[in-house]
């Protein structure tokens, strides 16, 4: 069974930055065909895609509010995935979390991940 634990949220200022990392546990986990993403959901709002990243070629999908300012990656050797967030906005306060599945068609959809972490929780202040 594979098991997501996530890292690195925290309070930040408006134009700020921070890291998350989601480390991926368990040997179930397939390189090949398991794409590892990030959501978020804010106060009163649905959970909504942020980015996503295909394990094994490495293609890389982004929310259209986020594009130019976070960046996905992936460590292979590590199994984590990182997510670095820069010029944040008020905007982007949410719980973050870490979501993987196989053989995912639509990365974007949160419906096709079964294995979520438990969140961690980013406020950018203005």
């Known amino acids: 069974q594979v098991q997501l634990v996530e890292s690195g949220g925290g309070l930040v200022q408006v134009g700020g930055s921070l890291r998350l990392n989601c480390e991926v546990f368990?040997?179930?986990?397939?390189?090949?065909?398991?794409?590892v993403a990030w959501f978020r959901q804010a106060p009163g709002k649905e959970r909504e895609f942020v980015t996503a990243?295909?394990?094994?070629?490495?293609?890389?999908d982004y929310a259209d509010s986020v594009k130019g300012r976070f960046t996905i990656s992936r460590d292979n050797a590590k199994l984590t995935v990182d997510l670095q967030m820069n010029s944040l906005k008020p905007e982007d306060t949410a719980i973050y979390f870490c979501?993987?599945?196989?053989?995912?068609?639509?990365?974007?959809?949160?419906?096709?991940?079964?294995?979520w972490g438990q969140g961690t929780q980013v406020t950018v202040s203005s």
């Open positions: 979501a993987t599945g196989r053989n995912i068609i639509s990365s974007m959809i949160s419906s096709e991940y079964d294995i």
């Open positions: 368990g040997r179930t986990f397939n390189r090949y065909r398991n794409t």
């Open positions: 990243i295909r394990w094994y070629s490495g293609t890389t």
